[in-house]
């Protein structure tokens, strides 16, 4: 069973560009969150997804959003970017079968670097 | 607000020795608990998580951690620690039944000496 995909792995953008990152779930994984990864503020909580619907969201503005598609496949797309932009983004998916049986499965990340 | 708290940013242990890393939490309900690790370029794997029950959970790669709710308190540990197991670990802890919003702690890096 292939794992939790995301491309682009590595992602050189300027200030001021928009970038999307794309995050392919586990086969039958029906939500997927998104983290990101910084040095200084550690791994945060972005917004998680199911049935192509915002499920829950972090404390990010509202330069970072998403979307989910109907074959659970998400996006995530940050606009005007900034230099403290420049992180790693991790994508975790579960079957969202609920409490004792959930279970998040992280990809690899995409390295976002902000010039 | 919930919050994970891991006192320890940077460890180093010798290859064969036993292995504590900390973390406590502070939150309101019944937390769910879980310890991922992370090696270099990679992302997070998971090695075990509590939820309720015996407070003693194993994981994979022969770790285990101990929920104390008393000190809010779950703990890693692995007897015998192998070369391989140098990365970062996070500990990590969700509400019940929404387990895809973790709040985690900020990481301790374990270094391994031969």
């Known amino acids: 069973k292939a794992g939790v995909t995301q491309t682009p792995r590595y992602l050189i953008k300027t200030r001021g560009q928009q970038v999307t990152l794309s995050c392919s779930p586990i086969?039958?994984?029906?939500?997927v969150s998104w983290y990101q990864q910084t040095p200084g503020q550690g791994l945060q909580f972005l917004f998680e997804?199911?049935?192509?619907?915002?499920?829950n969201k972090g404390n990010f503005p509202g330069r970072f959003s998403g979307r989910q598609f109907s074959n659970s496949r998400s996006e995530m797309n940050v606009s005007t970017l900034e230099l403290g932009d420049s992180a790693l983004y991790l994508c975790?998916?579960?079957?969202?079968?609920?409490?004792?049986?959930?279970?998040?499965?992280f990809g690899p990340g995409t390295r976002l670097t902000v010039l | 607000a919930q919050s994970v708290t891991q006192p320890d940013i940077h460890i180093t242990v010798s290859e064969g020795a036993s292995l504590e890393l900390r973390c406590n939490y502070s939150y309101g309900a019944t937390p769910y608990l879980f310890w991922y690790v992370q090696s270099p370029g990679q992302g997070l794997q998971l090695l075990l998580k509590?939820?309720?029950?015996?407070?003693l959970v194993q994981g994979i790669k022969g770790f285990e951690a101990e929920f104390k709710r008393s000190q809010s308190s779950f703990n890693l540990r692995k007897p015998s620690v192998h070369w391989s197991d140098a990365a970062e670990y996070f500990c990590a802890v969700t509400r019940s039944y929404n387990t895809d919003k973790l709040i985690f702690g900020t990481g301790t890096r374990l270094q391994v000496f031969p």
């Open positions: 086969s039958g994984h029906r939500s």
């Open positions: 509590y939820f309720s029950g015996d407070t």
């Open positions: 975790a998916s579960s079957l969202d079968a609920g409490g004792l049986y959930n279970e998040q499965f």
């Open positions: 997804y199911f049935s192509e619907t915002q499920r």
